[in-house]
């Protein structure tokens, strides 16, 4: 069958059967197929929103809803009914990927324990006084890679992260290094840091150097991981978003992955409660 027929029989059909899943079933772009209907001096009405929508899908790693996807036409001056965006990303069949539930896990030991300072309260009036960390796993067909961050409660920014291939103390240790040299932290600055119970949070050398950069440390209850959600909430929107996306098969890849999302994460991916991405509301506040 040409390509022209199929086009004929997408474009009777159009308003029954997503545009994107013909184009799919029949083997055809829906490039062509839009050029075949601007041919017909017929253009789709939706066509060139729906163009749009598909591009910034692309360049957000798929991850936008259309309430996201609104915010993000909003501030292109493209302004639409949020109800009509969800019409059109349904019709082109550019919808993002469901987000799955991911499990609570606890791990580690106790040796030093602190009180639970954060208390479930997960709003900072200002930048760098409510941090919550942790470590998650990233799987590869090399093992596993371990992921250590920072997340600053104010604007919900990556402060910093690293990663290793071993789940060790100076990992953690690490981590706060590069977020106190990032965020010129100094001792007198009243700063809570709040983890689990995991062994890196509990060990010797952790409590040396919260006292070290006069942080204090708030630590969840044992049994109650919702203590450190927003932690949690940040790994789960890494991995659905990206990792479980396309898994890594190497270190180097799984590195590559986190890099780019981080950024993407403090710099583009725009929050529903504030309309603008974690970096760039900061600024604005």
């Known amino acids: 069958m040409r390509s022209k027929v199929k086009y004929h029989i997408i474009y009777r059909h159009k308003t029954e059967y997503p545009v994107a899943v013909m184009c799919k079933f029949f083997g055809v772009s829906r490039s062509g197929y839009y050029a075949f209907v601007h041919r017909l001096g017929r253009p789709e ?4 929103l729906a163009e749009a929508i598909a591009q910034q899908r692309e360049r957000s790693f798929r991850t936008y809803g259309y309430r996201r996807m609104w915010l ?7 302004l639409r009914n949020p109800k009509t965006v969800l019409r059109i990303m349904k019709k082109y069949d550019l919808l993002s990927e469901i987000r799955r539930r991911r499990k609570w896990q606890q791990l580690g030991q106790q040796v030093y324990k602190y ?32 992921l250590s961050m920072i997340r600053d409660l104010y604007d ?10 071993r789940q060790t103390v100076n990992l953690v240790l690490d981590t706060i290094h590069l977020a106190m040299k990032q965020e010129k932290k100094r001792a ?4 809570q840091l709040h983890s689990d119970q995991g062994f890196q949070y509990t060990s010797q050398a952790y409590f040396q150097l919260t ?13 109650n991981p919702y203590d450190n959600a927003m932690a949690e909430n940040f790994f789960s929107i890494l991995k659905t978003e990206c990792i479980y996306r396309r898994k ?6 799984a ?10 994460y403090n710099r583009e991916r725009i929050q529903l409660k504030t309309g603008e991405a974690p970096l760039a509301w900061r600024l604005s506040t």
């Open 188 to 191: 007198a600055e009243e700063l």
């Open 156 to 165: 919900n920014s990556i402060v910093a992260y690293k990663t290793g291939t």
């Open 248 to 253: 890594p098969a190497t270190f180097s890849e």
């Open 255 to 264: 590195n590559e992955m986190v890099d780019r999302y981080i950024d993407f």
């Open 45 to 48: 009405k939706d066509a060139a």
């Open 211 to 223: 006292k070290q950069y006069g942080i204090t440390p708030s630590m969840s209850r044992r049994g």
């Open 72 to 78: 993000w036409l909003k501030s292109q001056n493209i």
């Open 115 to 146: 009180r639970n300072l954060l208390n479930r309260d997960f709003h900072a009036d200002k930048p760098n006084r409510k941090w919550v960390t942790d470590i998650s796993y990233i799987h590869t067909k090399q093992g596993v890679l371990y």
